[in-house]
């Protein structure tokens, strides 16, 4: 089996840092494009920001250049580092990414991190 682990979430003040970490755990062959998606109370999950294994980059409207985007392969990890943050970040924040396995290594499979919550007081 395949887990995407979170960490890093919290409770910051308006205008702090946080920095989110998802690591793939299980038996990983390969990945493809990793991602972060927030959901707030009362709304749909939506797009933060996505990375492909090459390091192209895309980022929503909203948190272009507050928000980055970062991969390390070797350790199968995906990172986002969230600066000048805003009450209106305040979220659930989720990893996502496309997953390869060892026995079916050409076939990827969409894979989600628990879930990490992240308050920006005002």
């Known amino acids: 089996q395949v887990h995407l682990v979170e960490s890093g979430g919290g409770l910051v003040q308006a205008g702090g840092s946080l920095r989110l970490s998802c690591l793939a755990s299980?038996?990983?062959?390969?990945?493809?494009?990793m991602g972060w998606y927030y959901q707030a109370p009362g709304k749909q999950r939506e797009l933060v920001a996505t990375i492909t294994s090459t390091g192209s980059t895309n980022y929503a409207d909203s948190v272009k250049g507050r928000f980055t985007i970062s991969r390390d392969n070797a350790k199968k990890t995906v990172y986002l580092q969230m600066n000048s943050l805003k009450p209106e970040d305040t979220a659930v924040y989720y990893c996502n990414a496309g997953v390869a396995v060892p026995t079916d290594p050409y076939r990827y499979f969409q894979v989600w991190g628990q879930g990490n919550l992240v308050t920006v007081s005002s």
């Open positions: 299980g038996s990983v062959s390969s990945i493809n494009a």
